[in-house]
């Protein structure tokens, strides 16, 4: 692999000789005397490394690590530095520089730093990535997993489709209570009919009770015409009652009559209507704790539990976390026209130390964010909806030096500006993207490059309904 290397300095800063050793290594050399020139390079075109032999006072030299991590903040940067200043320049850059070396140096020092600091980051590139065979195998009914937990809820998932037993699904939020629902009526005899779903615990009871009965037309003020609730539009298929531990007692007891009787009654109407629909429920509550307290009752949770099936959280089966990150990288590769490659070694061991509090769907979001905000094709650092700062906003004040070339310069201010507004516009939109192309005069197409090329993070702007 060609590595290209970016030399700032005199030509006694990498000899003709130097230069020859680090060619048969596969590195290509580029010398560059004059700052501005190299920080317009550095933006130019795509170098791994730069070494910086100024001869320039600590402080000069850290401004100019400063603007060419401005310029290419993905730079791996070695610095040469004056006999005796090493400790001060190591303090006042604070890290972020990957070597040091210190004036004279021999030729033999140069190509190792660079050969060391080059390694380092192809490891940090690693690319894991599983293969899709092993998603594929390891996939039943869109449910990925290979954790035995998951391979047992898939056996009971195949037992109990041919039966219309009522199912009960627990599990926090985001560990695909849904998604096991829906394969349960996927592979069930029912599987032509619908499948419907709906969340009890958004619905106010009037609403809520008029969605899963219908109503006839005059039944209340608005009921404009006869509507059919989900139990009869779900007639020969599944129902899938979602975050049912909300219910009201008297949606309770309704639900627990139609489960008895099989027939609906519209609201406003007198007939019953017969329905034959198979009946899923979850909750991420305690409802055994509900029970307890009488805010659930009994009766009904032995009508709805008949199978209970609990989808453990994804902090319990780790080892599903690179089969997910595969499958969703993939997904989101074609939704965003990204060419994500993988996550690296780094990427990854931050994905298995996270603790997950929203699941798969939240890996789901955390993935969508960096396939967004990387710099390459590589994921190398993961940010969490928990200790998200505001990367969008970092950096909005940078005054620009005149020691920045007049195009590279107001180039900068110019992508300045627009994250600064884009980033405005879509909190303002809650990172709805068509919205904020609307309302803001920007074509679709230019604003989802922009989000792109700005590396914004339009997640952290929606209003979380789930997290
Ligand atoms: N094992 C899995 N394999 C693939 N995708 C999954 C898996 N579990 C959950 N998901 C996805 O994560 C998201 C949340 O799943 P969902 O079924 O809605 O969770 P819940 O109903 O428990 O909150 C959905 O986009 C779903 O497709
Ligand atoms: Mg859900």
């Known amino acids: ?23 048969s290594r596969g590195f290509q050399i580029t010398l560059c005397k004059d700052k501005s020139e190299g920080l317009r390079k550095l933006f130019a075109r795509n170098f791994d490394l730069l070494v910086v032999d100024l001869q320039l006072p600590v402080s000069s030299e850290m401004e100019f690590f400063r603007l060419a991590r401005l310029v290419d903040p993905n730079i791996s940067v070695i610095m040469v530095t004056a006999e005796g200043t090493i400790a001060s320049t190591v303090r006042a850059l604070k890290g972020g520089v990957s070597d040091y070396l210190q004036r004279p140096y021999n030729p033999s ?3 190792q730093s660079i050969e060391r600091t080059f390694r380092e980051k192809q490891v940090l590139r690693e690319i894991r990535l599983v293969r899709p065979e092993s998603v594929r195998k390891h996939t039943f009914s869109n449910i990925i997993s290979k954790s035995p937990k998951m391979q047992y809820i898939f056996e009971i998932i195949k037992r109990v489709a041919g039966t219309d037993s009522t199912v009960f699904i627990t599990g926090e939020t985001g560990v695909g209570k849904e998604l096991v ?24 009871e009037t609403l809520l009770e008029s969605e899963l009965f219908g109503h006839e037309k005059g039944a209340f003020t608005g009921a404009f015409k006869t509507k059919h609730g ?3 539009c779900a007639n020969n298929g599944t129902l899938f009652l979602d975050e049912l531990g909300d219910i009201t007692s008297a949606m ?8 008895q009787e099989r027939k609906v009654v519209r609201v406003g109407g007198n007939d019953s209507i017969a329905v034959d629909v198979r009946v899923i429920s979850a909750t991420n509550q305690d409802i055994k704790e509900k029970i307890r307290r009488h805010e659930f009752r009994l009766d009904l949770f032995y009508r709805l539990n008949v199978i209970h099936i609990h989808v453990p959280p994804l902090r319990e089966r780790q080892e599903d976390i690179p089969l997910l990150v595969q499958h969703f990288i993939k997904v989101i590769n074609e939704n965003l026209g990204r060419k994500i490659k993988g996550v690296s070694t780094r990427g990854m061991k931050q994905l298995l130390e996270y603790e997950w509090p929203g699941n798969i769907r939240e890996l789901e979001n ?5 396939c967004i905000t990387c710099d390459g094709d590589v994921i190398d650092q993961f940010v969490f909806p928990h200790d998200a700062q505001n990367p969008a906003m970092e950096g909005t004040d940078e005054t620009v030096d005149t020691d920045v070339p007049f195009d590279l310069a107001r180039h900068m201010v110019v992508a300045q500006f627009e994250k600064r507004y884009l980033t405005e516009a879509l909190r303002r939109y809650e990172g709805n993207v068509s919205e904020t192309a609307k309302r803001t005069g920007i074509h679709q197409r230019t ?5 792109r090329e700005h590396r914004l993070d339009r997640m952290q702007f929606k209003k979380s309904k789930e997290l």
Do not use: Y
């Open 1 to 23: 692999m060609m590595a290209r290397v970016l030399v700032l300095g005199e030509e006694t800063s990498c000899s003709e000789e130097t230069r020859g050793i680090l060619e």
């Open 109 to 111: 020092d140069l190509v």
């Open 181 to 204: 629902a829906k394969a349960i009526h996927d592979n069930s005899p029912r599987r032509d009919g619908p499948f419907l779903a709906i969340n009890c615990g958004s619905l106010t």
């Open 230 to 232: 989900k139990f009869e």
């Open 252 to 259: 309770q007891v309704k639900l627990l009559r139609a489960l």
């Open 366 to 370: 955390v993935l969508e964010r960096a």
């Open 447 to 451: 604003l989802w490059r922009k989000v």
